[in-house]
């Protein structure tokens, strides 16, 4: 099968991974592990503390490897359960959501037709190494990626130039095969924004239709990893 792109640099979270079902399942079983109320509202809490963490690291505010204990110190002080270890409980969530790795539907099959057709595949992330590579390792994908590069093993993170330029040089890219490398993400601040900045085109994967900016040169966009597929694969693009 004939195919626009030799190089396909692949997100992992709600791109190939669902990981808000990991996430879920993790944060329960730790919440029991620390014997706090595994019920929706201390998860909602966690989430949030969370992802206000995130947010920050993404913005450039918070180092990586503060990471992990902020969320968990925010966590507790929401719950007033600050004499618990924040470290132990973040290598503790870290590890079971290594053991987590539910895929989205269609991924396996999406990443199957693309090794099938030529192309290496590539996983570019901005998780955390001990959860992304054991999702990774425990998936039937283990043996279609090439590669994992991880914020947290790069020192940097997307959309900085830096962590592509890493990628880059590490997988010895020419100009001439960056041209033929595409990046497909679900986010646009990290994913899109990232690989516009690194010169690539790009397939934002707009699971929930929202309004495409204007400001940003996506080249693709697709609501489903079929369509994606089909942006990659062939020289008609899918209606």
Same mark, same amino acid.
């Given at each position: 099968?004939? #195919?626009?792109?030799?190089?396909?640099? %692949?997100?992992?979270?709600?791109?190939?991974?669902?990981?808000?079902?990991?996430?879920?399942?993790?944060?329960? +079983?730790?919440?029991?592990? &620390?014997? $706090?109320?595994?019920? #929706?509202?201390?998860?909602?809490?966690?989430?949030?503390?969370?992802? /206000?963490?995130? =947010?920050?690291?993404?913005?450039?505010?918070?180092?990586?490897? @503060?990471?992990?204990?902020? #969320?968990?110190?925010? &966590?507790? +002080? @929401? *719950?007033?359960?600050?004499?618990? =270890? @924040?470290?132990?409980?973040?290598?503790?969530?870290?590890?079971? %959501?290594?053991?987590?790795?539910?895929?989205?539907?269609? !991924? $396996?099959?999406?990443? #199957?037709?693309?090794?099938?057709?030529?192309?290496?595949?590539?996983?570019?992330?901005?998780?955390?190494?001990?959860?992304?590579?054991?999702?990774?390792?425990?998936?039937?994908?283990?043996?279609?990626?090439?590669?994992?590069?991880?914020?947290?093993?790069?020192?940097?993170?997307?959309?900085?130039?830096?962590? &592509?330029?890493?990628?880059?040089?590490?997988?010895? %890219?020419?100009?001439? !095969?960056?041209?033929? /490398?595409?990046?497909?993400?679900?986010?646009?601040?990290?994913?899109?924004?990232?690989?516009?900045?690194?010169? %690539? =085109?790009?397939?934002?994967?707009?699971?929930?239709?929202?309004? *495409?900016?204007?400001?940003?040169?996506?080249?693709?966009? /697709?609501?489903?990893?079929?369509?994606?597929?089909?942006?990659?694969?062939? =020289?008609?693009?899918?209606?």
């Amino acid at each position: 099968m004939p #195919r626009r792109y030799d190089l396909v640099l %692949l997100d992992a979270d709600r791109t190939l991974f669902d990981f808000d079902r990991s996430e879920h399942e993790a944060v329960l +079983r730790l919440l029991r592990r &620390f014997q $706090l109320p595994a019920d #929706r509202e201390t998860e909602a809490l966690y989430l949030r503390e969370n992802q /206000a963490v995130w =947010d920050a690291f993404d913005r450039g505010e918070l180092a990586q490897e @503060a990471l992990g204990r902020e #969320r968990f110190a925010r &966590f507790l +002080r @929401a *719950v007033g359960r600050e004499e618990l =270890d @924040a470290e132990e409980m973040n290598r503790a969530y870290v590890a079971m %959501l290594g053991e987590l790795p539910y895929l989205l539907p269609g !991924a $396996l099959a999406f990443c #199957r037709a693309l090794y099938d057709a030529g192309c290496h595949l590539v996983i570019v992330t901005n998780g955390l190494t001990a959860a992304q590579t054991g999702r990774l390792g425990r998936s039937p994908l283990a043996p279609l990626i090439e590669r994992m590069y991880i914020s947290e093993q790069l020192g940097c993170q997307k959309p900085e130039l830096r962590f &592509f330029e890493l990628v880059f040089a590490d997988l010895g %890219l020419t100009e001439a !095969a960056r041209r033929r /490398a595409v990046l497909v993400g679900d986010s646009l601040t990290t994913d899109i924004s990232g690989g516009i900045r690194a010169g %690539l =085109d790009t397939v934002w994967l707009n699971w929930k239709g929202q309004k *495409v900016p204007k400001e940003m040169d996506i080249t693709y966009i /697709a609501d489903n990893l079929d369509k994606v597929r089909s942006i990659i694969l062939t =020289d008609t693009l899918p209606g």
